[in-house]
């Protein structure tokens, strides 16, 4: 039975790496979101900078890992059994919670994780000690490490106030001196900026986050922390005088360089601070099986006190180097991180964006509330003031156009995301607090995106929606935490190596389940086609641009209508949907191709009437197109799901055949504006009254099947649903296919004249 704790580690050690790969892409937004939001330098240059400082982070990570081993629990009240119990638990736990999380694409918080996980597991096994001795709770004190543990959940809940407070101080002082304006500011501003950016991050990473490593001098570390003042004043010379030459003699841009080493400190501070997260349960259990197995080898497991957990651990460098090549892999190949990335980037964007969240009551009435009180300060500002703080915060060049390529925010704002995260997690990091460098991180983005006026009022409500969201989920996390861990602990507890196998192999197959979905998902992203937003002020020009809008909108209606009509025909309650969520995010991305329009009218130069009609025209068609193709199917998602009758053969025979003709159509369709043939469009109008000729004679073969008395009221309104949407289907097609030919023929005679 001993080799049991054996297995459990190898398990434990295969977790160990599963979760770095979870947890990394989880965090990969922590340290990535504000290089990649400002486009500064290259995504691979981003990678490469990011990955150097999760391998030095890694080294500097030992002080951390005591936080596993002591820093929830009192070791010596617990057995080796019941602490590898505990260790299981959480890890299992994490792994299945995190990668729930991943899959949602929202970034959730590693360190809350673990510390609730922790606790849950802890917990449980205390009652069930308590329990057996017939004690009372009252002793679960005596179990836990009350003071730490409140310490550690305290400092997590005080980042989220803390890092919002500070980046968004921080990022209003640098904006009001610098601007928007900042590349055409003086040399000085720029030096003075460098410098002190430089200072913040070679003091609180270099010497605070590598203090309990040994890559630098022990007598340097202790130079700095004694003279605190003269360190930070040579360093703020040192590194203004050197950005000023860098601006003055090589015209080297001091933001970007910013930027480079923000996102080095970054990374190496979330490794440092992180990397207990992942592996630190691992190596407090590698280092209870070593004290056992090095004990007395009659005491049993159930008979070996874990006191030994409390003493200080030497560190293991070639582990922790391991687990930073494990992170390093993972950043490189995971397609989750790059999902959770957008979620953080999007939220923070300076510009229009496709709004991923819902309004909802809460960030409704706080939007509101920030208004009331901005409409008292400013009646309390003078005039001047007023004017001097507006135009020091208005953008000086910047274009309305959405464009996939314009960076969400500038350098500044990066700049200060970069250096605020990195300081708050370092600090945390020196005094051996695991600081949710996620909550640090979002936070400041979300505080220096509001202080720099990038939640207008068209967008401020979704921004504050979506930060509700995810600081909901974090806070769903830690109670998701500690009841999942709770339970696993108990199960394995109870039933031994059967629930332990059963879990594993539960957790194995979670996971690549999901591998393989996202895998899919993203395939699927790869190849489908996306809109693209129109920009030229001819009507020639718009229908070159736009063709490729209608194809995709075919294409995609295509697979849709199938799907539906398939799913259907089965009762398949899953595959609609599916369906479903497909329509819904066409849906969405057509109210944003709709949405494009006033920014498309606003930035065309000259007399541009005929140009914007026909582009505000053929979205519309497009926009009617996609809801009905939307309707059809949330009816048929919604009749399945409710139970009601299912269509009889001969229904389902009609409806093929009406897919079968549609389904033509939209290929022919797609192939002519593919080909950007449009010469042929006639014959495909031509062709609209056959098909309604076959819709008008199926609407009365249905009113006959009305009159048995076996017929269905949900079944034949749901019917006569699908047939007048397949018709609007046509007419809205018919229209946007009349509207294209008319102006495609007058732009060739124009070109011949």
């Not at 009221?713 to 609007?728: A, G, I, R």
Request: with cysteine.
């Amino acid at each position: 039975m001993d080799n049991i704790y054996l297995w459990m580690l190898i398990a434990l050690a295969v977790l160990a790496i599963a979760d770095l790969v979870v947890g990394v892409s989880n965090d990969a937004v922590n340290f990535l979101n504000s290089a990649i939001g400002s486009k500064a330098v290259s995504f691979k240059t981003i990678m490469i900078v990011a990955s150097i400082g999760i391998a030095f982070g890694a080294l500097s990570s030992s002080g951390m890992m005591e936080v596993a081993r002591k820093g929830i629990f009192v070791p010596s009240q617990f057995y080796f059994d019941e602490i590898m119990i505990i260790f299981m638990a959480v890890m299992i736990t994490d792994i299945l919670l995190l990668d729930f999380f991943n899959s949602l694409g929202l970034p959730t918080s590693t360190t809350v994780s673990i510390v609730f996980e922790l606790l849950g597991a802890a917990v449980c096994m205390s009652l069930i000690k308590i329990a057996a001795n017939d004690g009372s709770i009252l002793e679960l004190g005596n179990y836990i490490n009350s003071s730490k543990a409140t310490e550690i959940i305290l400092g997590i809940l005080l980042s989220v106030v803390v890092a919002f407070s500070i980046g968004a101080i921080v990022q209003y002082v640098a904006r009001y001196l610098l601007t928007f304006n900042f590349e055409r500011k003086s040399i000085y501003a720029a030096s003075i900026f460098g410098g002190l950016a430089v200072t913040a991050i070679a003091y609180f990473i270099i010497v605070k986050g590598l203090k309990g490593a040994d890559i630098l001098p022990q007598g340097f570390n202790e130079w700095a922390q004694t003279n605190l003042w003269q360190f930070i004043g040579v360093n703020v010379v040192f590194w203004t005088l050197l950005s000023g030459i860098l601006i003055a003699a090589f015209k080297i841009n001091i933001y970007k360089q910013i930027i480079v080493l923000g996102t080095f400190a970054l990374a190496m501070a979330f490794a440092g601070n992180d990397l207990v997260n992942f592996i630190g349960v691992p190596m407090a259990a590698y280092q209870s099986y070593l004290d056992w197995t090095a004990a007395d080898p009659a005491v049993a497991a159930n008979a070996f006190s874990m006191e030994s957990l409390s003493a200080k651990v030497p560190t293991q460098p070639l582990l922790l180097l391991l687990a930073g090549l494990v992170m390093v892999l993972t950043l490189w190949f995971s397609e989750k991180a790059r999902r959770v990335v957008k979620t953080s980037v999007d939220l923070s964007s300076q510009s229009d964006v496709q709004e991923r969240f819902k309004p909802n009551w809460l960030a409704q009435n706080l939007v509101r509330g920030v208004i009331g009180m901005n409409k008292l300060v400013i009646t309390i500002l003078p005039d001047r003031t007023q004017k001097s703080i507006s135009r020091r915060f208005t953008p000086t060049t910047s274009s309305l156009i959405l464009d996939a390529d314009k960076p969400a925010f500038d350098m500044v704002r990066a700049a200060v995301n970069l250096v605020v995260a990195s300081v708050l997690i370092s600090i945390a990091t020196g005094m051996k607090l695991p600081l949710s460098t996620t909550y640090v991180t979002f936070m400041v983005a979300m505080g220096s995106s509001l202080a720099d006026r990038a939640w207008g009022s068209d967008s401020a409500v979704y921004r504050v929606s979506g930060v509700i969201n995810v600081i909901a989920g974090w806070f769903m996390t830690a109670l998701t935490a500690f009841t999942a861990a709770a339970i696993m602990a108990f199960l394995i507890y109870q039933f031994g190596a059967i629930a332990l196998i059963a879990l594993l192999v539960l957790a194995l197959f979670l996971i690549t389940r999901n591998y393989v979905n996202v895998r899919k998902d993203t395939k699927e992203i790869k190849e489908e086609l996306t809109f693209k937003m129109a920009e030229s002020s001819s009507i020639k020009g718009v229908i070159q641009e736009s063709s490729e809008n209608v194809a995709v909108v075919m294409k995609r209606g295509n697979k849709l209508l199938s799907d539906t009509m398939r799913n259907l025909s089965k009762q398949d309650l899953k595959g609609l949907r599916k369906a479903r969520a497909y329509a819904e995010e066409l849906s969405d991305e057509m109210d944003e191709l709709k949405n494009h329009v006033f920014y498309y009218i606003k930035n065309l130069d000259g007399d541009t009437h005929g140009a914007s009609r026909f582009y505000l025209l053929i979205q519309d068609s497009l926009q009617d197109i996609v809801q009905s193709l939307s309707y059809i199917t949330k009816a048929s998602y919604k009749h399945v799901k409710n139970g009601h009758k299912g269509l009889r053969f001969n229904q389902i025979r009609d409806l093929k055949e009406i897919e079968s003709r549609l389904l033509e159509i939209f290929a022919r369709v797609e192939k002519e504006f593919k080909n950007q043939t449009l010469e042929n469009l006639p014959e495909i109008i031509e062709a609209k009254q056959e098909f309604y000729n076959f819709i008008s004679d199926d609407i009365e073969r249905q009113i006959a099947r009305t009159k048995d008395p076996e017929s269905s009221p949900k079944n034949t309104t749901l019917y006569f649903s699908l047939l007048l949407e397949c018709k609007d289907i046509v007419e809205a097609l018919t229209l946007l296919l009349e509207h294209y030919y008319v102006e495609y023929v007058n732009s060739r005679e124009i070109d011949l004249l």
